[in-house]
């Protein structure tokens, strides 16, 4: 089986080099000879909203067309796999949605706030789907697990107790004041050097104020930043099936994690009481896990209404993306605080770094997977 | 004559032990911690040696099968690459006028970066198979053949084009035909570019095989892994799939240079 594939590749291979060869060499263009390889695009997805899910899920895992990023995004979609009996194997998906676009990805990943507003909307990058496209939600799956946050070293914390609550508070005061004005604070992120355009700014805006507001019950959360016993106890259980790590060593330490290795809920507890006393670091700075957009917008709100200057607080907020790793950066110490997902906090301190969530702003999985209807 | 022979080996003794000297040095102070003190990192970014070979040791299966997957592409690509690339200089040198413009051409492709190329074949290459592998590995080996056939295509032309003073006029005053004079004069001519040629092509053809994994749906290969890994915060296994992709590299490079000799030696 394996054999016949790589004779296939190389035979594929050779035969798309001759015909392009032979596509120059003739003065055709080469346009004819890529469509003359395109042959068929398997016509099997007749679409019908009674298929289950389950079957959906199924049926793309046995066609090898479910897809992911990979790179520490991939565990939900094992969970996932493995509810329905299937191997843990994905397609890597680009960062567009030109996989799903094409039919090469029958189940693509999406973020609720970010590809599956490209894949529906109509405005600029967008996919205009609209209601052609149905999801399936980790949170209602069963195999949610946390993903953004707020954390820093250990040491930092311990050092500079007072920065990390005056920190906290303001950041939460931001995130509550985004998400009560998701319009503002999606224009708020536009102006402070934005990666997307303002329409797809203010529907991120829109879809992030529900992961900060609902937890993956479907209840509605009050208290912005709280770290729900219950779902991080899934993420971490979830994290430990799923992380494969090949170093040994990391694989024993993430064996053994407990919630009290990864987060302290004493910090967020005091920020929200407003007890802490003057900030002992005054100029810090916060590390994104991926460019300026409004999955963070509760950070560019409290800076542009002022509620870190009013705790005391000078900070600078550090774009991600592409391959800054943001679990790194702070662990090094270029950057005093850092948002990541809770499972790449849990391999970072698996592989030997001390790094502590000291808030969870997203209280349910944005991870859901596309299909076209 | 002894004494050329003698010298020589001296040479070959003292250009060994140089390079061997100093990567003991080098391990010796990175085991011993002193090399992050001068680069001024930790040991988690920079794992100790000891550690990243108990990695490799305890994962050569799976190691072994990336580096078969990554090796694959690189040597189908370079093959791919260099046949394509000569045949495109016998065709540049037969036809001189359009050959040397459209060379210029082609060695442009050598100044697209692998992150800019690889997406496009990707997409190009996405209906020739409904299994991911299969086009995966088409795409991946299409981006190492375009890499390789620039660098074999612009030497091997001037192999075949450069040649030795009088020698063509030889071959006519001897009334021999194109064909005859292609291959006692230009083909021998052109083997000493072909290797100068690979130099180049086979360290390219191992890099632009990691980085085209990194872009490929099917998720596999040394370079994939690095990535993977260093994104995950785990640099220790990121070192150890580093380290793979040196040894796969060096050990290419010894082969060639070691085929070059023999085939060059041959030939005096």
């Known amino acids: ?373 | 004559m002894s004494v050329r022979s003698n010298s020589k080996r001296k040479n070959a003794v003292q250009s060994a032990i140089l390079p061997l000297a100093f990567g003991a040095v080098l391990v010796t102070a990175w085991q011993t911690g002193l090399l992050h003190k001068l680069l001024n990192t930790d040991e988690y970014v920079l794992p100790y040696p000891t550690r990243i070979l108990t990695i490799i040791g305890e994962n050569s299966d799976k190691i072994m099968e990336n580096v078969w997957a990554s090796l694959e592409v690189a040597l189908l690509g370079l093959v791919f690459g260099s046949i394509l690339g000569y045949l495109i200089a016998v065709f540049a040198a037969a036809f001189t006028k359009i050959g040397s413009g459209s060379l210029t051409i082609i060695s442009s492709f050598n100044a697209i970066p692998i992150v800019a190329l690889a997406p496009v074949i990707i997409n190009w290459t996405k209906d020739v198979s409904p299994e991911a592998e299969v086009r995966s590995t088409v795409a991946k080996v299409v981006i190492v053949t375009i890499v390789c056939m620039a660098s074999m295509s612009v030497n091997a032309y001037r192999g075949l084009t450069e040649l030795p003073a009088f020698s063509q006029d030889l071959m006519k005053t001897y009334g021999a035909g194109r064909i005859t004079e292609f291959a006692k004069l230009r083909l021998p001519n052109s083997v000493p570019y072909i290797f100068t040629a690979l130099r180049v092509s086979v360290p390219v053809s191992i890099i632009s095989a990691l980085v085209s994994e990194y872009f490929a749906e099917y998720v596999i290969g040394v370079g994939r892994q690095i990535r993977e890994n260093i994104l995950i915060a785990q640099y220790s296994t990121a070192w150890a799939y580093i380290i793979v992709a040196c040894v796969i590299g060096i050990a290419m490079y010894v082969l060639l240079i070691a085929a070059e000799a023999l085939v060059l030696k041959k030939r005096r």
């Not at chain 1, 992911?68 to 960062?95: C, H, M, P, V």
């Not at chain 1, 109509?122 to 999801?135: L, P």
Request: aromatic share 8%; charged share 25%.
């Open chain 1, 1 to 373: 089986m394996r054999l016949s594939k790589k004779a296939l590749a190389v035979l594929i291979t050779a035969a798309m080099i001759t015909s392009a060869m032979t596509a120059c060499s003739s003065s055709s263009s080469s346009a004819d000879a890529s469509s003359a390889s395109s042959s068929s695009t398997a016509g099997s997805s007749t679409a019908d909203g009674a298929t289950a899910d389950g079957d959906r899920i199924i049926a793309a895992a046995k066609e090898g067309k479910v897809g992911n990023w990979g790179l520490g995004n991939e565990y939900e979609i094992f969970a996932l796999l493995t509810k329905y009996g299937q191997e843990n194997k994905f397609i890597s998906q680009a960062f567009d949605m030109d996989g799903f676009d094409d039919g090469s990805i029958t189940l693509a990943s999406a973020m609720t706030y970010n590809e599956l507003g490209l894949v529906k909307n109509s405005y600029e990058g967008g996919y205009k789907y609209g209601d052609k496209v149905g999801i399936i939600d980790m949170n209602d799956e069963g195999v949610a697990m946390l993903e953004d946050n707020l954390f820093c070293t250990k040491e930092f914390a311990k050092k500079n107790p007072n920065t990390v609550k005056a920190f906290i508070a303001a950041s939460m005061k931001g995130w509550k004041y985004a998400c009560e004005n998701p319009e503002e604070a999606a224009k708020i992120v536009y102006e402070a050097g934005s990666s997307v355009s303002s329409d797809h700014q203010a529907y991120m805006a829109s879809e992030v104020k529900k992961l900060c507001e609902t937890d993956t019950k479907g209840n509605k959360v009050t208290d912005y930043g709280k770290m729900d016993e219950a779902a991080m106890q899934q993420t971490l259980d979830l994290a430990k099936k799923y992380i494969k790590l090949d170093d040994s060593t990391a694989a024993d330490k993430l064996k053994s994690l407990t919630l009290d290795d990864i987060r302290s809920t004493s910090y967020w507890e005091d920020a929200m009481k407003e007890s802490f006393d003057k900030p002992e670091k005054t100029d810090v700075s916060i590390q994104l896990k991926w460019l300026p957009q409004a999955q963070f917008m509760g950070y560019f709100v409290a800076n542009a209404k002022g509620y870190y200057k009013d705790v005391g607080l000078n900070v600078n907020i550090v774009s991600g993306g592409g391959d800054i790793g943001e679990t790194t950066a702070v662990n090094n110490g270029t950057v005093d605080f850092g948002v990541t997902w809770v499972s790449n906090l849990i391999s970072a301190n698996a592989g030997g770094m001390d790094l502590l969530e000291i808030a969870q702003v997203y209280q349910r999985s944005g991870l859901v997977l596309v299909y076209k209807k």
